[in-house]
């Protein structure tokens, strides 16, 4: 027996959407209930895949099954493919597993030939209708199955209407619609060397093979690279009796949404064109009517739909795209599907079905996309203005989207000058080739930051994301002229003081000012309300990333429940700590170096109080020192410069004495790979004094904010440990200093000491780790540099984008965690970390747990808590909700 | 019952060695073999431990088991500890597990006071020689067990010697022994504030703990680190007759080996020294006779030590190294143990010994250090010159040993001239800062290279590895000034020309030329015997890692069995290929690209050819380019300045714009951490045409040869893959060109297409790289550096040293494989590995491929074969040989 190729819309169902494709199972599904749709049936995605895995042939038994199908359709409808006397007319359309809206090929009309051409026109009486619908059977099939230039076809068309008073299609009249039909065959045959097939069975096979194929075209390929979908779903072909919205004014065609898909508020929403088949409505042909219109319009048609729209909307349990026709009066329903809507939309509606009754708060959450919470978090450009910019030439650059938001100000070529205009009052974008540590201060004021090199862990992407500024790096089209203040790109030209506008959501930058849509929190009730509900789900923990006291508020009013990364060297940046600490480093003794640590210690303390008191009564994990000496200093080769000159020119022996000096120290910190040189818990066991001054910071903090009671729960973390011995020294130095400063404050404060895991050998050794960290916190940034040996600041210029653009790597793993690489260390860590002790904390402060795939995966493998920036806390509440939803079990409990 | 504290000479035997440490070993083994041994017996290395664990008090019932064995002593030898009729002493010696020769504490003459003074002068009728034993328990006692500073007793001993006609020790009279008494006695009290004690048993007692305290005394604790010896083995005690040389001119005392410990030579060797007691020989108070002549002073004696010492050979079947006294025209043997021997010696005594029927094959094989062999393979320095120079300032500084051997000649400070004065035929020394890629040349006309900065991979350590050349880098201490082709250390100045010399096995700098020794493999008769005797003991195959034909016919000549590593971009470096090579980076499209790859494919092709002839029926692995395109070009500094420097003067504005047009260039490509940058596998994926021309090289090359009958096995390696993807990507391509090149030559060849494993992530997903690559070559170099995080070049200079110093880390894990964290992944990678493809062929060509510890670990898991450079090929057949041995089950077949 062969398979079962072909399914009636009345065998199948809605749950059968692997097989039929959605378009298939939603026809099947309101067949089923009853619902009025024209007869049909669908060729499944087996047989798709079976046709290619054939060698592009229909598998065995397929095409019997099609013309029992077609046997079947005849019988219910009482007309007959390919007769005279009473035609049958059929569309075929493809018809995915996923939408892929506008991506897949359709051809209506199949079935026309002229005898039954000459049938149609008899039985509707309406002859330009006929040759209306033969003149569109022959251009899709031209273009569609047989690949030919559809322009040829519009030119045809576009003659044509030229000639009419209304220059409109409808104003075609019949004996123009003949012509039009003439030129159309001319054509086809000009291209194909052969005659348009009257054979209807021949019309038939064609365009379902072509459906076929074109999941193979070049459009649906990038769609599914760009949407993750896989090659090997294939597609599913529906061939549906035509129905015609073409025949007179008491026909039409429409689209509606059974809520408003831009606001989420509960009105039906869409467009209802009369005469005039679906694609009209899309091609914008003519201005449609709004659907409400359509109640005086057609008052009963009207009172139809909304009825049944409803009916859709309970059915489905979901807000419904619905396509109908009217034909002569009747309505038909063409496909119905979830709707596509913003993502205020998704979370509104959401919400509303819950308190409608109609869904339940699980399901709520599990419906709104992560990345839709994000999309309302950050200011952003007007969409309309966006547009208008594309299309009047001011958008001028794309670079990286390194930090999301908008931002508008004047384009501003060094920080020092940044810092004094912003300090002005002006809104100021920081323009630089690249940015280093001397910048951030100008960088703090700035409204947003652009850069022509660097990746998204260049410093400029770094700084940004942790003060989120937006920000725009590697925008390798503009040539940025710091000497004479401006930025090219080729002919166009930006001089310092000229207003930008960069989206550092997308990595779009424009010229002049566009219009802002800001957000406030607290009027955002409907997400919040979501997100309370995300959190009765949710067992994983969301922490933040935060550096200082503000953005820990802000993450607080965000959900946060604990800092999981306070970073600790940003504040080693800041301009008044600057001397200070270049004498720390260039220290030829550590006396001489505990006197500058000494001046830095009152520094740390502070930041670390503000940092205690937002976060009273809840966890704050400290990392101590992490980067090399050397970003504390200026960049090797500007001295390189600044030295050469000054020798040549011989102007100021002083300067050059100083510059020389510097240089000779950067010199002596250069290094070749930085990212695995001296820095974390190296620096911390090479240089004494640094982490101990940290520590004793952290405590005397702690303690004085105790005092004031204020509820403090300091971790302290040590960064880059790779063997148990560096975690051990350390651990036991700074236990001890710990201990020595809550005696002297006389209180004690609840603390840990723990590690990151950031490097492929503590992830492999993490049950030695184990016997001294009280907690983990997976630095999967670093750990996937690092397992993957790519340096994320020269692979995403150099290679790393292009790698997953060909496929070589599914995804940027920076972006979403490598479960089989990364995530198999992670694996190994936690449950060697267990064994060693049972009730290690575990948790990740990489840039992933942001990110709702590797915030599932964290969920999977036991992890107490995910941390990631701010922003992304609600983003995070709800991808672990949604994990826990997804594997109510984890992983360690199976 | 309490412990076994204290086993009798006779209670023991060679096997409780850890237990009795090895002199009480020895000495209970002598005593049963019937040997002349002073009766005597040994606390453990137990009872040590238990004293430390009790916080330094002696473990209970063990001064009862010294008092037991006491007087059992007495009643073997009639005399009575402290009694003054006939009184016994003894010594009280150190003895651990391994020999730690002069680390270690001894006192002689214990039980002597006042009383069994005046018994032991009426006895032996030598008051002088009772007098002369006083003041050595005295001063021995003062200095070991009473940590009195020996200068004290050494000024009173100087000054009496002083006041007699030949000065020496034996000049001094029964007076002057009895007023040095008074005097050391006088000391004794002053810095003690107590009297020297005459109560015998504190004596023991008190000498016992000292020994135990030594064993964590500074320069034990320091022996220790530096050779690996855990701090829990804990030091035996030996209490042992006391038998004196120094008894008059029928009395002596001498230290013998049974072979010459220089030169392996069956000839008893080693000194006697009449008149005096152990010590005297060590401290070169006199100078001794050597033992040959004792045959003409003592003929009895001689011969009863000969036939002793032949027994003591036979019975421990190793060359002995003996200690002994002649007391009174007696002989008493005092210690025996395996003699230290230099690496010729230890390879002639292995393979004499085999011969003589003494020992197996095994043993022999067993029996020599692989490092032996390495020493005997390089050119070294005469060692007498060195001391020579040591004493006499000529040695000037001390660097990295970069790449071993001894080399002389003129310092020449740049790449360029050192060329031109070899090509005239001066023997050259390269002196620079650092080398880059432009050096090469110029280095491999060299001698040796000497740099400044740098660490064990830095550009010079690894061309001059490659290449054999001595190297010496990241001398800090030493000044270049190439400016003024000068270096200094201090006041000490090296003017270009001046002759240096440079030991890049020791890391060590000479002014001056040192004599040297030369190597020449066909007269090392020994050590090829021994080799082979490996060889048939050995499963593990040993390769070469060798970049030019001479480099792989050097490895063939000491026995390598394959390439495992060829360096392909090595011939990129070389000068007139650099116009092709930097015309091909600058490349602006493929067709452009591919121009200049046509121009290198000959050049290549030769390279390969000369290669494959070399090696005739062997395999020959080949590694597809690897570094970063930056590193044939000039550095950027160098560019920054010579730019910044032309602006400033603006003397020669075409050669400028040629500088800025190279400077766009480099900076275009540089990276922030090229370890990890676009290199590798990702050069062939992102700069198509590079790998096909090498690939097309290779086959002609090997197609060519075959054709003149060569038998060549090809195997070509894709270099730091980390995901599956790039692997099979790359392999699909370059094994069609490969079949291409086969079509088009008309000959098949034998090949393989495989990867490294050097990145964790290929390591991790290793059973996937399986399905693709016919082999796996472990890049340990790399892997080593991404598990940990240590960039080699900055690790080693900056904190890796100090890590290995601090006992952070056990061992450098560039020099010995870290078997818990790199070698974790590599078990994984052979399990996956052979789960997917069970005849997958597994090897190493990291420097790891050349260390024993981590060869044996290479056997352990199973590998086919280790590459290593041709120089280490031999310690290699001896390592893996030894591994064998050690471990005849393999892991996997457990």
Request: aromatic share 8%; proline share 5%.
């Amino acid at each position: 027996m062969t398979k079962k190729w072909v399914y009636l819309f009345s065998e199948g169902n809605k749950d059968m959407r692997n097989l039929l494709g959605g378009k298939g199972a939603g026809l099947a599904e309101m067949t089923n209930a009853g619902l009025p749709v024209p007869p049909g049936f669908t060729c499944t995605t087996e047989a798709c895949l079976a046709y290619f895995a054939a060698g592009n042939q229909f598998p065995e038994g397929m095409w019997e099954q099609v013309k029992a199908a077609m046997a079947l359709i005849e019988k219910e409808t009482g007309k007959r493919f390919g007769d005279p006397s009473n035609p049958l007319l059929v569309s075929v359309r493809s018809g995915a597993r996923a939408s892929m809206p506008g991506m897949m090929d359709t051809v209506l009309n199949v079935g026309l030939n002229p005898e039954t051409l000459a049938g149609l026109a008899r039985i509707t009486g309406n002859e330009r209708f006929a040759y209306d619908a033969y003149r569109r059977l022959i251009s899709m099939f031209g273009r569609i199955v047989k690949g030919i230039d559809g322009k040829k076809f519009d030119e045809v068309l576009e003659a044509w209407k030229a000639k009419t008073v209304g220059r409109r299609d409808t104003d075609l009249t019949t004996e123009m619609l003949q012509e039009i039909v003439k030129e159309y065959k001319a054509i086809y045959k000009q291209e194909l060397g052969e005659e348009f097939p009257d054979d209807v069975w021949k019309q038939l096979s064609e365009a379902i093979e072509a459906v076929f194929k074109s999941w193979f075209g070049e459009r649906a390929v990038t769609y599914r690279r760009l949407n993750k979908i896989p090659d090997d779903w294939g597609t599913a072909v529906n061939i549906c009796t035509m129905v015609f919205g073409n025949m007179g004014d008491d026909s039409g065609t429409g689209v509606a949404f059974t809520r408003d898909p831009n606001t989420g508020e509960k009105v039906l929403y869409g467009e209802y064109l009369t005469n005039a088949q679906g694609e009209d409505v899309v091609a914008g042909i003519r201005t449609p009517m709004k659907i409400a219109e359509l109640q005086r319009v057609n008052p009963a048609i009207y009172e139809q739909f909304v009825r049944l729209a409803e009916m859709l909307e309970r059915h489905y349990r979901d807000m419904q795209d619905i396509e109908f026709t009217v034909e002569r009066g009747r309505l038909w329903l063409l496909q119905t599907r979830n709707g596509k809507r913003t993502a205020r939309a998704a979370v509104k509606i959401a919400v509303d079905m819950v308190n409608e009754g109609l869904i339940t708060k699980a399901e709520a959450v599990a419906r709104v996309e992560p990345e839709q919470v994000d999309a309302l978090l950050h200011p952003m450009f007007d969409p309309a203005a966006k547009e208008k910019a594309m299309r009047e030439g001011t958008f001028i650059a794309k670079g990286l989207n390194a930090s999301p938001g908008a931002a508008t100000g004047i384009a501003v070529f060094d920080a020092k000058r940044a810092e004094e205009r912003a300090k002005a009052g002006a809104a100021v974008i920081l323009v630089r080739p690249e940015t280093s540590p001397e910048d951030v201060g100008g960088m703090l004021l700035s409204k947003g930051v652009l850069t022509q090199h660097g990746g998204a862990t260049s410093h400029a992407a770094v700084v940004a994301r942790g003060n989120n500024l937006p920000c725009v790096v590697g925008c390798e089209s503009i040539e940025v002229d710091t000497e004479h203040r401006r930025f090219t790109i080729g002919p166009i030209v930006v001089n310092e003081g000229d207003t930008i506008s960069i989206d550092g959501t997308t990595g779009e930058v424009f010229k002049g000012a566009l219009p802002m849509l800001e957000v406030d929190w607290n009027k955002e009730v409907d997400l919040r309300t979501l997100l309370s509900w995300a959190d009765e789900f949710r067992t994983l923990g969301v922490y933040t990333n935060a550096d200082y006291p503000r953005d820990a508020r802000r993450a607080r009013e965000f959900g946060a429940e604990g800092i999981g990364l306070c970073r600790t060297e940003h504040m080693f940046f800041e301009e008044e700590r600057r001397p200070s600490v270049v004498g720390m480093i260039m220290a030829k003794t550590d006396e001489e170096r505990a006197k500058y640590l000494e001046e830095l210690l009152p520094f740390q303390r502070e930041d670390f109080e503000g940092i205690f008191e937002a976060m009273d009564g809840l966890p704050v994990i400290i990392r101590l020192i992490d980067p090399p000496m050397h970003e504390f200093l200026p960049k090797r080769e500007t001295l390189i410069e600044e030295v050469t000159t000054l020798r040549c020119t011989g102007a100021d022996p002083q300067l050059l004495a100083e510059k020389e000096r510097m240089l000779a120290l950067v010199e002596s910190l250069a290094e070749v790979n930085p990212m695995m040189g001296l820095r974390g818990c190296r620096v911390g066991l090479m240089m004494p004094g640094v982490t101990e001054m940290q520590v004793r910071a952290i405590f005397q903090a702690a303690c004085r904010q105790a005092k004031k009671g204020i509820d403090v729960h300091v971790e302290v973390m040590i960064p880059l440990v790779t063997h148990v011995n560096e975690l051990r020294l350390e651990k036991e130095k700074l236990a001890r200093v710990a201990e020595e400063v809550i005696a002297e404050e006389g209180i004690r404060v609840d603390y840990k000491f723990g590690t990151m895991i950031e490097t492929p050998r503590g992830a492999l050794t993490a049950g030695e780790l184990a016997e001294y960290a009280e907690f983990f916190s997976f630095g999967t940034n670093d750990l996937t540099q690092m397992t993957f040996g790519f340096s994320r600041d020269d692979a995403e210029g150099k290679f790393l984008l292009k790698y997953v653009e060909q496929k070589i790597l599914p995804a940027n793993p920076f972006q979403t965690l490598d479960q089989d690489g990364v995530g198999k260390l992670m694996r190994m860590a936690v449950e060697a970390g267990k064994a060693t002790r049972p009730d290690i904390e575990l948790g990740i402060c990489g840039e992933h747990g942001g990110d709702p795939a590797s915030i599932d995966f964290c969920h999977r493998i036991g992890l107490k808590y995910v941390s990631c920036s701010p922003y992304r806390v609600p983003v995070a509440r709800l991808a672990a909700a949604q994990a826990a939803l997804r594997s109510p079990a984890r992983l360690e409990d199976k």
